[in-house]
């Protein structure tokens, strides 16, 4: 949990993967990654770009955060949800670090809260975690 919530200090970025409806691939770098609970990890999506729409057609991800010199990393497999507005929108808006919101000064992001199904580490097959 420290190594995520921390990646963006730590200049340890988190990267993350998409695919649209029909398969079209997608990858960026998410500075705003952070753990949300025990189960959920949790972005501000400020860019509305590609991956976004790639999130609202087909909720299927995947993040890998890598510290290569320490020989660390996972794989986080599983399901966003978007929220454009309401309660859970401005929860996840509170807890994204300071950084990442001043990218978005007119606050017209929204948050996305990613159930984690499958935990691997970064190189290799072997499954650590699985819902």
Not at 42 to 58: D, T
Not at 59 to 88: C, I, S
Not at 89 to 108: A, V
Request: net charge positive; hydrophobic share 35%; aromatic share 10%.
């Amino acid at each position: 949990k420290e190594r995520i919530n921390n990646s963006f200090r730590d200049k340890k970025p988190c990267v993350w993967a998409t695919a649209s409806k029909g398969g079209a691939p997608s990858i960026s770098f998410r500075g705003s990654t952070f753990v949300w609970d025990d189960d959920h990890l949790a972005i501000w999506e400020r860019s509305r770009q590609s991956g976004a729409q790639h999130m609202a057609e087909n909720p299927h991800v995947v993040m890998l955060y890598a510290d290569l010199p320490a020989r660390v990393g996972w794989r986080f497999y599983g399901q966003a949800t978007l929220f454009k507005d309401g309660e859970m929108r401005q929860k996840i808006m509170d807890r994204t670090i300071k950084d990442e919101l001043d990218r978005d000064p007119d606050r017209k992001g929204y948050g996305v809260l990613v159930r984690v199904d499958r935990i691997r580490r970064y190189s290799g097959d072997e499954i650590l975690q699985e819902r």
